[in-house]
Nanobody
Framework: HVQLVESGGGSVQTGGSLRLSCSVS????????MGWFRQAPGKEREGVAS????????YYADSVKGQFTVSRDSSSNTITLQMNSLKPEDTAVYFC???????????????????WGQGTQVTVS
């Protein structure tokens, strides 16, 4: 039974920073990806940042490159998303997800991920 538990999020002013964390348990595959996705009201869910958990290779949406950083802690099976210089357009519900370790060019595609966290609200004003 795969379970993802998110923490962090909240409200911040423009230019501020937030840090999200997501712990995963029950994922038995030897290699897998984890990603952060977000969904703003009236918009489709979009990939923000992903990481191959074993090797630590990271991928980012163009809209957040240089602004967000995804990292992992293998000892605690946790990934984090450090979000800096936040803008109102970053306001969304943020989800973490886990998927297989062979996503290739689909690593930021929500449809390729099988397991999802409950989501956490990020509001930038």
């Amino acid at each position: 039974h795969v379970q993802l538990v998110e923490s962090g999020g909240g409200s911040v002013q423009t230019g501020g920073s937030l840090r999200l964390s997501c712990s995963v348990s029950g994922y038995t595959d030897s290699s897998y990806c984890m990603g952060w996705f977000r969904q703003a009201p009236g918009k489709e869910r979009e990939g923000v940042a992903s990481i191959y958990f074993g090797v630590g290779t990271t991928y980012y949406a163009d809209s957040v490159k240089g602004q967000f950083t995804v990292s992992r802690d293998s000892s605690s099976n946790t990934i984090t998303l450090q979000m800096n210089s936040l803008k109102p357009e970053d306001t969304a519900v943020y989800f973490c997800a886990a998927g297989p370790g062979n996503l290739g060019f689909d690593i930021l595609s929500p449809g390729r991920y099988s397991y999802w966290g409950q989501g956490t609200q990020v509001t930038v004003s």
